[in-house]
């Protein structure tokens, strides 16, 4: 390279050149060579690829029932970057949990089918991957936090060992006491020496789901799921438990995505929100511009159906009818029925998820208007 340099760059042809000669040229065509390396790096800059830690890319998942194959996830493309949380919110039956189980491949199949889409962890397909791939993506980059701890812990195994079995899982090399006693540190669970010797059932639903969260902690994953981990619980543990999450995420620096049915809790833990409505995403956005302003009907029909407390109480607005069950989605806009705000093309054009402003997505015909 630096011959063709020297041939190209030096006034001089080498073969007729002195030794002093030579040297200068050499100096002069080393000082070209990096002026041109400089310039060229101005110019072309390196570029790092920065994959997504989570990248769901048009989704489709069908629950097959007889002979019917029954649509419960619709297109869903959501991506998170490492250290974002979001929230997926939407009433009961908009396809939540089933988007969230997909993430690690989790829906059973069958009932399941996963129909088409990606569902990319750190750029690798999860859809694609053999079952020894997906043991290590389990719990290794990540994990679940579900609704019921009771449900997800077992009743007659001691809390200290049932976390030890998750690190030999995943960290065998820190399947200790101290490491158990450390996990139980950082979810706030008061004289963890002796807790360790507990059965589930000696503990409190808020502890318990304290337990659940440093089960999924113990194998350090990159992406914690938490399906409405505060719906059992009461409204005091409610909130002690969404801020130890939001502690767990400026500590740890992992992403969290949190589903719930309340935008009431959102503003306090999200960086997004994703809705969802009968297996469709139909708004995302950053948490305090949807907070602020909701695009979507459905967005503001869910906004107005959460309590306020700042002293202008008006009747809250229930959203008349319900989400239409699988399989029986209308052709159009999917919350037509029930949208105040419907005008009659709505009933037989499905509006695509468009990006309305920057960063804002919104799946309706009339979203600006
Ligand atoms: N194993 C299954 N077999 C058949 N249908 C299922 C199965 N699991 C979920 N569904 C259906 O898929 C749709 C989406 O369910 P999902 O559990 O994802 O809803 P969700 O938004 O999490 O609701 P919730 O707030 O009640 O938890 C629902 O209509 C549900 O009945
Ligand atoms: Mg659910």
Redesign the pocket.
Known sequence: MLRQVLECGSPLPLSSATKRQRAAALQDASALFTQRIQRDTRRAPIKTLVVPLLDIKNLKLD?L?GDASLR?VDGVSLSMEAGETVCLV??????????ALSIGRLVPTP??NYVSGEVLLNGRDVLKMSPAELRDIRGGVVSYVFQEPSASLNPVIRIGKQIKESLKLHRPEKAADEEVIRLLKLVRIPAPESRIRNYPFEMSGGMQQRVMIAMALASEPKLLVAD?PTTALDVTIQAQILELLLDLKKRLGMSILL?T?NLGIVGDIADRVAV?YAGQIVELAPARDLLRRPLHPYTKALMNSVPQLNGTATRLSAIPGSVP??GNFPPGCRFFPRCPSAKPECANTMPELVEVETKRWVRCLYANS
């Open positions: 629950f029932s419960a939407g009433e009961s039956g908009c396809g939540k949990t089933v988007t009932p399941a409405e589903i049915h969802m069950r699988i």
